[in-house]
């Protein structure tokens, strides 16, 4: 459960990784990984690919970058989610709010 | 003296019974530096050479007892395969007595009076081509060391395949394969077995390399695939399990092409993953042809990072037969060297009236096609066929093994007290014990979701008393979570209980979770009327959709969920 | 007849070469070898066996080209070649010639010791 974020040499893009299980335990980190930096990057990205499972406080701080990012104009893809991820995030229509990009 | 360093000291019989010519031979033979050994009739001959072993034998043509013909006859059986030089003393003129000698076995003549140069050539030339001889021999068995070495290799490398090909259900009216030793042998290994569900999974792979070495990545392969198609896991995670085993345990630039195919004769379908065998045929009820290529990478290059095993789906009706082949049908020669190749394959599916007999006529096809060629049996072929499941087909073994060694029919209660609140995580426990349930390691994603969203809200909402609506603002996230730490290092009283029984349904089984905790309840109504965009309230919004059922009895402090699997899941 | 024809000094040269100290011991061999020969040579002959008269003048003219008594080795090779025709009609005089040669032989390797 750990949570890295890396962001461009311009600081435009934010890349945030999300390793193990993605619930409450990891907010703070999460919160953490973009509200610290300097300048508020234009976009966001958040690689799964290492994410195993998330329940809905996950779907929580999804919405809670999504509106730090800007709300309806924030652009924050998500990529290489498992199927279970993306069903999840299916069910909760995210794929409306988020760019669920498909995998490599 | 003479003897130079490489040349070992050379031992000569001599066998005359005039002592004049004896003493004489003898003398010039010490003189040059060999050693001597005399006799002084033929018995003597063969009996000094029998003890001695000498390494050139120099026989008088007449002598009592045993003549030089007859001693010479018994020296070169008693020599066996070894080269003793026999030189005939002698002073025999005609050509009939020169031929006789040459019939018993003499490989030159010496004749009177000795002249002890040209003795000294023919000792000399006659020890080298022995020396030669020798060298020839110790090659030929090294050859044949190597050789019989080569087959024993080739002999364990059968039986390894021929172990763990035979680990699996491969005798069924849907399948029919064909592998010849030498396809074996060049690393073609094929692995079949029928699933809990009852589906036929197969592997076909092609190695790189032959032999042992062949054999050595064929071990892992076969026991993966047949653990993991017995627990009941899908094709994608067996694929990714031996990719990932290869890759680890192969060396660079060995690796295994490979199709794998889940036929589910419920269905109608089958699955088909191809990298980088030849492509597969499906040979439909009205004669068309479909050809599933190679869209992957082969088993045991990339990392599992990169690796994609995502089957395709296809349906196919009864009758309707799928083929795979490794390469040695195409690469096929005949005597000319001219390869079978896709067209002949092709012609010989167009040409076809009885698809039962497609098989047949497929080998047949390519064998009459190389002829005598050396490569004539490299051929690896398998025909899998649509049609509906027998009861007699189903694998009595793969049962036994469902009810014996795995869960089916069973359940827990697990409660969680206050003290464990703060600093225990039930989660990692309750899902390694459904996991061992075959049919729900399929959905560990959902169920870890659906058992999480439970536990989660019963502590925070039931224990705790949590209000959610907290959450609704950016900063309240922190501040819920904030009380949340607080409260479980502090209550005291409370508890959370959690309920999990799994029984096996005729075709699959249902999970069934039950959740209570110590709290006052709640209203399902009320509680799934919030808004979507509330950062909270949709745990069991996605409860609902992930299970089957979703009820909140009692007071409204306990959510029962069930959750069902199907074998084709 | 004069000793060039009976004797061949040259390989009886090489041999004294090739023998050393035993060259005395292989003239007494020799001319012991010869006896047993010619008496053998004899007595095949008084008792009409051809086969053994001709193995005995084989042998005989063996060691006999060996010593370089080339001129008694051409005797024995008549004899040898009558015998093996089956022809021993007049031998005796050929056995007769071949042990008066053979003395003088002997006499002439009495100066070699």
Known sequence: MTVTSMASDDGSELTIVIKGRFDFSVHQDFRGSYETLSSKPEQFILDMTDTAYLDSSALGMLLLLRDYAGGDAAKISIKNASSDVKRILAISNFEQLFTIENNE | MGSRKDERLITVLVADDTSTDRLILEAILRKQGHRVLSAEDGEQAVAVYSAERPDIVLLDALMPKLDGFAAARQIKTLAGEELVPILFLTSLTDADSLVKCLDAGGDDFLSKPYNPVILQAKIRSFFRMRAMQRTMLEQRDQIARHNEHFLQEQTVAKQVFDNITSGGQVDSKHLRYYLSPLAVFNGDVMVASTTPAGNLMLLLGD?????????????PLATTFYGMVEKGFAMSDILAEINSKLKSILPVGLFCCASMVEMNFRKNTVRIWNGGLPAAYLHRNDGQVEQIKSSHLPLGVLSNKKFKSDPALISMAHGERLYLWSDGIHEARDLDGEMYGDDRLLAEFANNQQPDELFDDLLKSVKHFVGLSEKSDDLSLVELLMAPVDIADVNPDSQVVTTQSQLAEWGLTFEIKPSSFAIFDPLPLLLSVLLEVPGLRNHSGTLYTVISELYTNALEHGVLGLDSSIKDAPDGFDRYYQLRRDKTQTIQNGFVKID?????????????????????????????????????????????????????????????????????? | MSDNHLIDHEILSTLQDVMGDDFGLLIETYLSDSEGRLSA????????????????????????????????????????????????????????TLHSEFSQVRRQLAGYQ
């Open chain 2, 500 to 569: 999990l029984a799994h029984k096996m349904q005729a075709d699959g089984g249902s999970l069934t979770i039950i959740v209570a905790d110590s709290g006052s309840g709640f209203s399902l109504a009320d509680y799934t009327q919030k808004n979507d965009k509330h950062y909270s309230g949709r745990g069991l919004k996605l409860v609902q959709s992930l299970c089957d059922t979703l009820e909140v009895r009692g007071d409204g402090n306990i959510v029962a969920a069930t959750f069902c699997w199907h074998t084709d899941d």
């Open chain 2, 207 to 219: 190695f790189t390399g032959h032999g042992l070495p062949a054999a050595i990545g064929a071990m």
């Open chain 3, 41 to 96: 040579m004899q007595k095949a002959l008084a008792s009409g066996d051809a086969e053994a008269l001709r193995c005995a003048a084989h042998s005989f003219k063996g060691s006999c080209s060996n010593v370089g008594a080339t001129t008694l080795a051409a005797q024995c090779q008549l004899i040898e070649q009558a015998a093996l025709n089956k022809q021993l009609i007049g031998l005796e005089t050929s056995l007769v």
